[in-house]
């Protein structure tokens, strides 16, 4: 958490900019050519790329299944690649004890609720509540418990923390708050 002053906290949120995203988003984007020039080879009788071979592939049925699947796959990468560029998820965590406000700001998809925004005040926040499970996948989570409302995610899913890393997390942000924290 990036601490900014005794009474402003503000923690940035990484979103769909990640190296995990963008080798999948290439992965599927290369193999997705692959099957669609392969199945437009397979319709001319002759390689378009000279290392996919399409020699033994017919039209019907698996030429034309082939270039099914590099559509379809050409689709779902163009959708990583735009949540890539969007950068959809980040945003930032603030905390502010002088408004005496918590603003969680995302950025969703590009429309009329791109900007995503939730405002609460300090008051509301009953405590900070730490979920771990451990085994095969673990999942460290940290939620912050507001008054009348599901309990808020603070950590992203897919985030590894230690048990250590998740404690002095927890402990620092109920320090900032001046609240409890629950769970283990």
Do not use: H
Not at 50 to 64: A, K, R, Y
Not at 119 to 124: C, I, L, S, T
Not at 158 to 173: S, Y
Request: aromatic share 16%; charged share 20%; with cysteine.
């Amino acid at each position: 958490m990036n601490r900014e002053s005794d009474w402003l906290w503000v923690e940035p949120i990484m979103g769909s900019r990640r190296v995990s995203n963008f080798c999948w988003a290439a992965i599927l984007l290369f193999g997705a050519l692959g099957f669609f020039f392969v199945g437009i080879s397979s319709y001319f009788g002759k390689d378009l790329i000279p290392f996919l071979s399409s020699q033994q592939i017919l039209f019907v049925p698996q030429g034309v299944v082939m270039c099914f699947y590099g559509i379809a796959g050409l689709f779902l990468s163009f959708y990583l690649w735009c949540t890539i560029f969007w950068n959809v998820g980040s945003g930032y965590n603030k905390f502010d004890k002088k408004k005496k406000i918590v603003s969680l700001f995302r950025w969703g998809f590009p429309g009329e609720n791109r900007r995503i925004c939730i405002n609460f005040f300090m008051k509301d926040i009953q405590g900070i509540r730490m979920e771990v499970q451990e085994g095969i996948y673990p999942r460290r989570t940290l939620y912050m418990k507001i008054k009348g409302q599901q309990d808020i995610p603070l950590t992203r899913i897919r985030e590894n923390l230690t048990l250590g890393e998740i404690e002095e997390k927890a402990a620092e942000l109920a320090r900032f708050l001046r609240v409890s924290i629950e769970g283990l």
